[in-house]
């Protein structure tokens, strides 16, 4: 998403805000940012930390969506 160094969803994740992390995350797309490897990946860990297994199926099911793949495709 953000290609600088500070995350926006770090901080939130950090404080134990999956949820607002989430809504940060759904407007920064909204705005046209296209998520990065990391902004997936903090989702989907802070979703599982809370045990929230659906959530994080969600954000991995909204990132196949989007096409966004880890690896290249060769």
Not at 4 to 27: D, G, M, Y
Not at 44 to 67: C, G, Y
Request: hydrophobic share 50%.
């Amino acid at each position: 998403m953000c290609q600088t160094k500070k995350n926006p969803l770090i901080s939130l994740i950090v404080l134990w805000q999956t949820h607002e992390a989430t809504r940060v995350f759904e407007h920064l797309v909204s705005l046209g940012l296209k998520p990065n490897a990391k902004s997936y990946s903090l989702l989907v860990d802070a979703h599982l930390i809370n045990r929230d297994v659906k959530s994080a199926l969600a954000v991995i099911d909204d990132m196949v969506t989007a096409l966004f793949f880890f690896f290249p495709l060769n």
